[in-house]
């Protein structure tokens, strides 16, 4: 049983209809939380989670799943540009919307729940609401302005997840919404400077629990299970999870390639996203390159010291033990960990720190990839070099590793390649990288198809430029070998 949801025998009408279906949610959103539920009662529910909600929606306009448990608002976002989809008329669950605070931070939830009070006093967060979700004469009329304030109290670090409207999400370059103009009346009433950071959702918890943030708001609900990790401040409004369904519609829609592309790049200087992603990429690839050849090297001669006469027992014994984790763990577990604990307390350039992760990565196959370079020189090789009184050093940097190099320089390209790739994972410490722009860009656009199609062209491109490069110095190498 598939659970159709448009016009079969299994169509969903009402909450009741959810029991065996396959039901799409963002990951780590109290519509996780109860669509978990589902899964124990043992009537062939499943759960599937993602980590955008307009990763949901598409799953379920491609009818891969039956439908998705999201918060009200973002819901009516959702539908509204996609003809295909509809909600409920019956609500799944009302919940209170509030401000996560690090349990170690009590004055500053105290601070933020008096200013909350004295903007719903005054009407401000009202009006903040109607700006955005109120009846249409409502909507654009009353902006919050922002306070020419001294910010004599410092910077307060929010964590959000732009993908969520109209709580927050990208305009023009920015991250605006609901919650934002709310943190910024209470930024202004703090004297204080507002730094919003964005993040997948379900590290927002962790980011001001590590004191990366010093606040988390996304449209974050109160419950008695993120208690227990977290404080709340008081709730500052009340919404609710909705279904939506598939109704069986045609989603075909007019929109030519061209005001397509309009939309997704041009509209609101879009395509910056990318450039600004490329640009993090770049810089990332390069950098963590030169730290995983350099450190790689390193290791690498310390094993192969160790191999060839048993010397440098105790770095090549912390040697093995660096690669077998390295190598041994994903790289994402290794970049959070690297942010969220190594540097928890420091504050430390995104940039930085993923350079660092991926080079640290990098170097651990770099150095076996070295390794088995040396390794291939004959050994007759070295020997001569110290029978011409060439120290080791000396003999191992400019007798075998140049020879070593010519041998294992695809092994090096390879890894560049691969190296290149894996900084699309950046976009979970907040870093906006290329694979994160057009995650972005969907996150506004609700179009899957143009944005992740650029991106995957532009990583090919790169691809073909470094493998042709790598290609010509090889055969460099190669004719120099000759003469």
């Given amino acids: 049983m598939f659970g159709l949801t448009f016009g079969g025998r299994y169509k969903i009408n009402s909450v009741k209809d959810i029991k065996g279906k396959k039901i ?4 780590g959103t109290t519509g996780d939380i109860y669509a978990s539920d589902y899964e124990k009662d043992k009537s062939g529910s499943k759960v599937e989670r993602y980590n955008k909600g307009t990763d949901a929606t598409q799953a379920l306009i491609q009818k891969k799943i039956d439908c998705v448990i999201i918060d009200e608002q973002p819901a009516k976002a959702f539908v509204a540009g996609n ?8 609500e799944f669950v009302k919940e209170d919307y509030a401000f996560c605070v690090s349990k170690n931070n009590k004055e500053l939830t105290k601070k933020v729940n008096k200013a909350l009070k004295k903007l719903k006093a005054n009407g401000t967060i009202d009006k903040i609401n109607k700006n955005y979700i109120g009846k249409s004469n409502e909507i654009g009329k009353t902006p919050y302005k922002k306070k020419n304030v001294a910010h004599k109290n410092g910077k307060l670090v929010v964590a959000t997840n732009a993908a969520f409207p109209p709580y927050e999400s990208y305009k023009n370059g920015k991250i605006v919404g609901i919650d934002m103009d709310i943190m910024q009346a209470v930024c202004d009433e703090l004297d204080m400077e507002l ?5 997948e959702f379900d590290s927002i918890i962790t980011a001001v629990q590590s004191g990366k943030a010093d606040l988390g708001a996304s449209g974050m609900t109160v419950t008695e299970e993120r208690k227990k990790n977290i404080d709340f401040t008081d709730s500052y409004t009340t919404s609710k999870q909705v279904v939506i369904v598939n109704n069986g519609k045609a989603a075909g829609s007019t929109v030519s390639i061209a005001e397509k592309f309009k939309s997704d790049f041009v509209t609101d200087n879009r395509y910056e996203y990318i450039l600004s992603g490329l640009k993090s990429t770049i810089i990332i690839t390069i950098l963590a390159l030169i730290i995983g050849i350099v450190f790689g090297s390193l290791l690498a001669i310390v094993r192969t010291t160790h191999d060839k006469n048993g010397g440098l027992i105790i770095l090549n014994f912390f040697a093995k033990i660096y690669l077998t984790i390295i190598r041994g763990t994903p790289t994402m577990v290794q970049l959070l960990i690297i942010y969220y604990v190594v540097f928890a307390s420091a504050n430390v350039n995104k940039i930085f720190v993923a350079v660092i992760a991926f080079g640290l990565n990098s170097s651990a196959y770099v150095a076996e990839v070295v390794r088995s370079g040396i390794m291939s020189v004959d050994n007759g090789q070295f ?7 060439l120290s080791y050093s000396t003999t191992m940097i400019n007798v075998i590793l140049p020879q070593a190099f010519k041998n294992i320089l695809p092994a090096l390209g390879n890894e560049l390649i691969t190296l290149l790739k894996e900084t699309s994972i950046s976009g979970y410490i907040g870093l906006i990288d290329l694979t ?11 179009d899957a198809i143009m944005p992740l199609g650029v991106v995957a062209l532009i990583y090919l491109f790169i691809v073909m430029l470094l493998t042709a490069g790598v290609n010509k110095l090889e055969r460099s190498l190669r004719k120099n070998e000759q003469r």
């Fill in 24 to 27: 799409g949610v963002q990951l």
């Fill in 83 to 90: 003809k295909s989809l509809s909600i409920l008329k019956e």
């Fill in 195 to 199: 730094q919003i950071e964005d993040m």
């Fill in 383 to 389: 020997e001569a070099g110290r029978s011409l009184g």
């Fill in 436 to 446: 994160k722009g057009s995650d972005i860009i969907r996150s506004v656009t609700y």
